[in-house]
Antibody, heavy 124, light 112 residues
Framework: EVQLVQSGAEVKKPGESLRISCKGSGYIFTTYWIGWVRQMPGKGLEWMGIIYPGDSDTRYSPSFQGQVTISADKSISTAYLQWSSLRASDTAMYYC?????????????????WGQGTTVTVSS | QSVLTQPPSVSGAPGQRVTISCTGSSSNIGAGYDVHWYQQLPGTAPKLLISGSSNRPSGVPDRFSGSKSGTSASLAITGLQAEDEADYYCQSYDSSLSGYVVFGGGTKLTVL
């Protein structure tokens, strides 16, 4: 079964760092783009960025460039989303999702497999 | 404000047909980029409903269909059922700046 399993919920203080993870299984991890999507409480979906684990090619939304870091460790089929200094406004649900088309040329396809989501709460 | 514009809400009675629009511009839908649609039931992750503007992934009922024309796209749901009550999002790609994926603001479908 193809699946993405995300790390558990996090509660952090403003200014702290955080890395959440997304482990793929059931498919060749290195050959599909993995994206990250933010959903703030009661709000819509926001595309944050995407990585191709095969060569670590990474692209960011202009809204999130410089605010987060996306990485991947292909040896353990895991993608990461990282913050160096959290803010209260980072409180949200974060999803990872796999592009539906195999290959590294383009990343603007639909996302067919989603993780269960990781809740991040940032509060003093 | 989202790059892709969707109506905040739509509603319909069981059995009826509803459509959800997704309006973009010449740098995204109008540039020929595909539109994808997602259904998000309360408390769950989004589910891919339509890919490539009009293709249904395996397992998606044929009550759901997608189309695209010019700078807009639409999701149509026929034979509305109570279980269709959810949030729906469109997604495309915008070639402005360095290029990035964009979502619509989402539409809440209420089954009356």
């Amino acid at each position: 079964e193809v699946q993405l399993v995300q790390s558990g919920a996090e509660v952090k203080k403003p200014g702290e760092s955080l890395r959440i993870s997304c482990k793929g299984s059931g498919y060749i991890f290195t050959t599909y783009w993995i994206g990250w999507v933010r959903q703030m409480p009661g709000k819509g979906l926001e595309w944050m960025g995407i990585i191709y684990p095969g060569d670590s090619d990474t692209r960011y939304s202009p809204s999130f460039q410089g605010q987060v870091t996306i990485s991947a460790d292909k040896s353990i089929s895991t993608a990461y989303l990282q913050w160096s200094s959290l803010r209260a406004s980072d409180t949200a649900m974060y999803y990872c999702a796999r592009n539906s088309i195999q290959g590294g040329d383009d990343y603007y396809y639909g996302m067919d497999v989603w993780g269960q989501g990781t809740t991040v709460t940032v509060s003093s | 404000q989202s790059v892709l514009t969707q109506p905040p809400s739509v509603s319909g009675a069981p059995g009826q047909r509803v459509t959800i629009s997704c309006t973009g511009s010449s740098s995204n839908i109008g540039a020929g980029y595909d539109v994808h649609w997602y259904q998000q039931l309360p408390g769950t992750a989004p589910k891919l409903l339509i890919s490539g503007s009009s293709n249904r992934p395996s397992g998606v009922p044929d009550r759901f269909s997608g189309s695209k024309s010019g700078t807009s796209a639409s999701l149509a749901i026929t034979g509305l059922q109570a279980e269709d009550e959810a949030d729906y999002y469109c997604q495309s790609y915008d070639s402005s700046l360095s290029g990035y994926v964009v979502f619509g603001g989402g539409t809440k479908l209420t089954v009356l």
